[in-house]
């Protein structure tokens, strides 16, 4: 396959010449004449082009553009001043919010071991009432009295 994707070969495709049209000579109009005020008539300019045909006109200036104000030079100095500025800035904020980082993850850790040390506390206290609480009353386990009593020999 080619890459037109034609089952033929290139060289048997058909070729088209085409050949360029010449252009008829123009033919000079002269155009109207305007009264104009004496002071402002513009410069008429005419040339005469290779083929002996003659154009004629104004000329035309070419605009100038307004000349932009030079800018003061800003030196190098100061530009490294001010962004050393900016960096110290920087380097400072992130230094107070890593201090409240830390604050506050330390006020988050004191708060849990306070948390624990109240629980397990409570656990321990629990504890500590509910075994005392039992050994007013008596407490007989059938098992091992009878357990005991079958292997009385007496």
Known sequence: MHPDHTPHAPAQRA??????????????????????QPGS?????????????????????????????AKPA???????????????????GGLILLTSFIAALTAFITQLITLAAVIFGGWIAVQLFSASG???????NIRKATFKRNHFHG
């Open 41 to 69: 008539v513009p410069a008429v300019a005419s040339i005469v082009l290779p083929d002996g045909r003659v154009v004629t006109g104004y000329a035309i200036n070419p605009v100038q553009p307004e000349p932009v104000a």
């Open 134 to 140: 039992h050994q007013g009353g008596t407490t007989v």
């Open 74 to 92: 800003v030196s190098r100095t100061a530009v490294n001043v001010a962004l050393g500025g900016v960096g110290f800035l920087a380097v400072c």
């Open 15 to 36: 070729v088209e010449v085409h050949q360029p049209t010449p252009l008829p000579p123009a033919v000079a109009v002269s155009a109207p004449v305007v009264p104009m």
